[in-house]
């Protein structure tokens, strides 16, 4: 019998999809970066704080790089454990070895940069101060007018309906991922099949008798069989493997090997790959 998909992601999918719709509103401004704060800091970051900053799973930091964000900075309050969301952080960098496109992650506040420049505006004249800051918020305001026009409707529903749009047996998080992947521009460097992760990768020996067991178990429907002759061929759907190894623990004769590492490529070309052709009656 299938196994519901649950993952932290999930749990916490509200705040996912706010984390996103930020990283778009601030990209679309120009702004590049994100600070991201535990909301018991109660610093004001109403927009920006969130309850459990584990949700920030490498494959939500990769949907952030897709949104255009290049640095993201991550304010811990005392209660949090900073080595476990360093562990989130070392995992994305691993992943994004494999991405063209990328951002940087900080432990931290961001620094305060514009020091100087608050300086130097406390001692313009009152008529330059004026006009100096009137043609920036004009530009805000037009481009705020421009979004509103052109965008049919609110990026968190856009994103809700990517996830709804994806047929797949597959957590949100993992189908906002995979839509992601062509904006990151990946490439062919292997991806090691990490816990944290949700990707996994098999391999399938002869000695596979085509029960079907693998098949019955599998919740994401990533394995299937369909016959060829008189022979049965066990077809592998990459793209839809969360890496929970289930398909290994039931097969009966073992013949089924977990791969150490993910091509990112081959999650997006959405074809079956041939495992093994055997005989048998599933």
Known sequence: MNQPLHTSSDRNIDETLHLLT???????????????????????????SFACLAMLQPMLLACIAAEGIKEVYVETCKDCSTQHISSIIDDYKTLSQAMA????????????????????????PSRRTFFRTLIPTLAKHAADNIQQMTQKKPIDHYIQDIINADS????????????????LHVNHIPVPVM????????????????CGKCVDICASKTLSLRKFGNRFILD?????????NQCI??????????????????????????????????
């Open 22 to 48: 930020l990283a778009h509103e601030h990209a679309a401004k120009g702004d590049t970066s994100l600070q991201i704060s535990c909301a018991k800091l109660d610093k004001n970051f109403e927009q920006t």
């Open 236 to 244: 592998f759907q990459a793209d839809c493997c969360t890496g929970c």
């Open 195 to 210: 816990e944290g992760l949700g990707l996994g990768n098999i391999q399938v020996s002869e000695a596979c008798s085509a």
């Open 168 to 183: 797949r047996l597959l957590p949100a998080l993992h189908k906002l991922f995979l839509h992601a992947l062509p904006k």
């Open 101 to 124: 496109i990328r951002l940087d992650v900080h432990l931290g506040k961001k620094a305060q940069t514009n020091v100087e420049t608050a300086t130097e505006n406390k001692n313009e």
């Open 249 to 282: 623990s039931i097969c009966p004769e073992q013949a089924i090997e977990a791969l150490p590492s993910v091509s990112l490529p081959s999650l997006i070309q959405k074809k079956p790959r041939p495992l093994v052709m055997v005989s048998g009656k599933p």
